[in-house]
């Protein structure tokens, strides 16, 4: 079956740096998306990747290993308005996305 | 600057009533995409559509219905809701092709509770 995981909730500090991780089994692949979303408003597009690699976009970061079926997102320079959930997607052959739960993150002070 | 908009952000109905959700783009997208999301679960597509009076199903399609009379909205139609359709409800929209670096844009959602 077709499944996404990732943590349910991840905490940091302001100023610092996280890391959230998502594994991904599709049937084929076609790219892993991260999307952020602020509670009780739109999920946001944040990147796509298809090679294995770090994506770099100002404070934030995405990384694939397609061999390992891993992907994570990196949010440096933590702010408070960073906290919201983030939602790991991957797309499989037919070109449907597959959903993990998301991740709400929580930025203290 | 809204791009997709839902017409109703939140709504109350009772079991058995009919249930619209309307959703509007103005970027000239093809592509259509109504999701519910539910706590601990990830998005889950209920119906799309690629093309003006097209239809296709999604993963959950069942208890609902879409109409796309015109290019630019997609509403979705629950003929008698019930209770476990007590959601929230996102609509998305893309432009056309099957390229993988497709992204969705979403509309603010619609949170329907089913008393």
């Known amino acids: 079956g077709q499944n996404i995981d990732q943590p349910t909730e991840m905490t940091a500090t302001e100023g610092a740096i996280v890391q959230i991780n998502c594994t991904y089994q599709?049937?084929?692949?076609?790219?892993l998306f991260w999307y952020q979303q602020h509670a009780g408003e739109a999920p946001t597009f944040l990147s796509y990747n298809v090679l294995d690699g770090l994506e770099e976009k100002g404070r934030f970061s995405s990384f694939l290993s397609r061999s390992k079926g891993y992907s994570y997102l990196l949010l440096k320079e933590l702010q408070m308005k960073d906290s919201a959930s983030y939602l790991c997607?991957?797309?499989?052959?037919?070109?449907?996305?597959?959903w993990g739960a998301g991740t709400k993150l929580i930025i203290k002070p | 600057d809204v791009k997709v908009t839902q017409s109703s952000r939140y709504l109350v109905k009772r079991t058995g009533e009919k249930v619209f959700l309307e959703c509007v783009q103005d970027m000239d997208h093809e592509n259509m995409f109504w999701y519910r999301q539910d706590p601990g679960l990830g998005l889950r597509l209920i119906y799309f559509s690629y093309d003006v009076k097209m239809k296709e199903k999604g993963d959950i399609p069942e208890g609902y219905s879409v109409s796309r009379e015109k290019k630019e909205r997609f509403s979705l139609i629950l003929e008698s809701a019930s209770t476990n359709q007590t959601s929230m409800y996102l609509c998305a929209s893309t432009s056309g092709g099957t390229s993988g670096a497709n992204v969705l844009t979403f509309g603010a959602g619609s949170r329907l509770t089913v008393l």
């Open positions: 997607a991957g797309m499989d052959s037919n070109y449907q996305l597959i």
């Open positions: 599709t049937s084929g692949f076609n790219g």
